[in-house]
């Protein structure tokens, strides 16, 4: 046996020396060298060889060989500081080649006079992409997180945090003003981006644009926000605060653009100005448009048919308010149904308790446009719970209102009525009952018509389609595809902290929803790895594990040494499947170990 060693580049260029035992061996009459062990990093060994030859020799077992070296001082921990999630974070952002990307875009072109012109601008957006990928905050909330995760540029450059106190600002505003023009310079950039990141993505996972899927989420502000945050239907629960509307394309579960439009912006409005983009910047031309029921229009149909190339879709329908919904649900025949196949869910239910979708296409009087209704026992579980407790509580309602009657406390008609209306608005009471007032006597009694219709929708919905070609288990499969973007929603908003927002800037709103749809481009990834390499791990628990991994420095015998921990089990298992073996940062050049 006997020693070698092997250098290694890592993906920021620096070349790091490992040793190595190799022994010769025979194989198929060839004489070749086999690794028996592979020994670390040069400098690593370097540093740790006199305490491993007093080992060797059995002079200090393991635990008195610590004791030892922490008594005598030769050993003092100056710093340990999250590394994992970082290091992760890095090798994800050189896979998709965002340094290529971001170093050929352009930068804002209104500098201060104390900003530099050739600061390292996408060293900052991979750390925000990591500080949204662990801990989300805003730009003033960053500077805490610099303490305690070792985040560093390209160069391996640790970026430390600048206290200056300004008023409620503890960060130094020159600092400050640098993240925030590394928002200006990446909005700037945003177009051509998202179409590189598509490219390499198409490369990467073999991309193939058949289907594009579409939806809507908002985010609202904590404050007045910009002039785009408006009141509109809040998906957020929060309909007192301001938002933003935010529209995600993705295929094949992967994001590959987003639009931001004010706050009051209806879903529908949003498609022309969606398939325009996709066409003219993505080149688009035969696809197939999936959208949930609030983008259907008549005129948004007509977009899709007259967009360039050969455009389909299929989308949902709306079931209130839509005569021809109901008329397509009364030509359902029972015979006709077709199971379709359950999902991993249900699978794993004993197939008597096993909830059953079936689906059925139906005659559609539309010329060219297929409707398939769709029959789901989860979805009519749920529907019927929802209407249960609706008019329970509706119910109780019209209770009390119709004791306040009895007792003399409400009189006039039109006092009567309006509260009734209060309470049929407050709970869809509407959807489910009818009331008469007479000999100044209020009562009510189930609605004759609507509620009968409300149990018949009950558990369906509806699908159409202008492709001849695709037939009805397909045509539920993929528009079940669109729960993708709704997961991918939740990623962004939960995990990765899109909302709320702080800034007052228009731009600045717009590149900090950049930020967080880049982010979950990571998250994706990182998912994507640890299915292929079955780890039982999902993205949120593989971070939190990430951060047992520390970068850590030393002295030893009054030199300063760094070096990495392991991190935990989970930890070990997300680098496997990423295949990171390289734990260290890179070492800075000419003696700079940090910049701000």
Not at 100 to 128: C, F, N, T, Y
Not at 287 to 311: I, Y
Not at 504 to 520: D, G, N, P, T, Y
Not at 561 to 580: E, N
């Amino acid at each position: 046996m006997f020693i070698r060693s092997v250098k290694v580049p890592s993906s920021s260029g620096t070349v790091h020396e490992y040793v190595r035992i190799v022994e010769s061996v025979w194989e198929q009459g060839r004489a070749k060298q086999k690794v028996v062990a592979n020994l670390g990093r040069r400098d690593v060994l370097d540093a740790v060889l006199p305490m491993l030859q007093r080992f060797l020799r059995g002079e200090d077992g393991p635990t008195n060989l610590a004791e030892q070296a922490a008594l005598s001082g030769s050993v003092e921990v100056l710093d340990a500081s999250t590394w994992g999630p970082m290091l992760v974070a890095r090798h994800l952002f050189d896979k998709l080649g965002l340094w290529q990307i971001l170093d050929a875009g352009r930068r804002w072109p209104k500098l201060l006079p104390e900003e530099d012109p050739d600061d390292d601008w996408p060293s900052r957006v991979l750390a925000l992409l990591a500080n949204r990928l662990t801990r989300p905050a805003s730009e003033h909330a960053l500077a805490s997180w610099l303490e305690s995760d070792y985040v560093c540029d390209r160069h391996g450059r640790r970026y430390v945090p600048c206290w200056k106190q300004q008023g409620r600002v503890r960060v130094d505003l020159q600092q400050l003003q640098c993240w925030y023009r590394t928002l200006d310079h990446l909005y700037l950039n945003k177009s051509r981006i998202e179409v590189a990141l598509y490219h390499q993505l198409r490369d990467l996972f073999n991309l193939q644009p058949d289907l594009v899927f579409y939806d809507l989420t908002s985010t609202y502000f904590t404050g007045h926000g910009p002039s785009i945050a408006k009141h509109g239907y809040s998906r957020d629960g929060r309909p007192r605060h301001v938002q933003v509307v935010v529209g995600v394309v993705m295929i094949a579960g992967w994001p590959i653009a987003h639009h931001v439009w004010a706050g009051n912006t209806r879903d529908s409005t949003t498609v022309k100005e969606v398939v325009s983009d996709l066409t003219q910047r993505f080149h688009f031309a035969h696809v197939v448009f999936v959208g949930d029921r609030g983008m259907v229009t008549e005129s948004n149909v007509d977009t899709l048919s007259e967009a360039d190339g050969a455009w389909g879709f299929l989308i949902g329908m709306t079931r209130r308010q839509n005569p021809e919904a109901e008329l397509l649900i009364d030509r359902v025949q029972e015979e006709r149904w077709i199971d379709c196949t359950v999902g991993i869910n249900a699978s794993e239910k004993m197939p008597a308790d096993r909830p059953r979708t079936r689906v059925q296409e139906v005659l559609c009087d539309r010329p060219d446009v297929r409707v398939f209704v769709v029959d789901s026992d989860e979805r009519r579980a749920y529907e019927t719970r929802m209407r249960e407790k609706s008019m329970q509580r509706t119910r109780e309602g019209l209770e009390k209102v119709q004791t306040r009657v009895a007792r003399g406390r409400l009189k006039k008609a039109e006092k009567i009525g309006a509260a009734v209306e209060r309470v049929l608005q407050r709970h869809h009471g509407y959807r489910y009952y009818a009331w008469e007032l007479q000999d100044g006597q209020l009562r009510f009694f189930e609605h004759p018509v609507n509620l009968p219709r409300e149990k018949k929708y009950e558990g369906k919905y509806l699908i159409q389609t202008d492709q001849p070609e695709l037939n009805a288990q397909d045509a539920v499969a993929h528009y079940k595809e669109l729960n993708e973007v709704e997961r991918g929603f939740h990623a962004l908003k939960d995990p990765i902290g899109m909302r709320p927002i702080w800034h007052h800037s228009e731009r600045r709103v717009r590149a900090h929803i950049f930020v967080a749809a880049l982010a979950f481009l990571l998250d994706r990834m990182l998912e994507r790895a640890l299915r292929d390499a079955r780890v039982n791990l999902s993205s949120t628990a593989a971070w939190r594990a990430l951060e047992t991994i520390r970068h850590v420095r030393f002295q030893v015998n009054g030199e300063t040494k760094t070096g990495v921990t392991q991190g935990s089990a989970h930890a070990r298992q997300v680098l496997r499947a990423l295949q990171i073996s390289d734990l260290r940062p890179p070492t800075p050049a000419g003696g700079e170990d940090t910049t701000t």
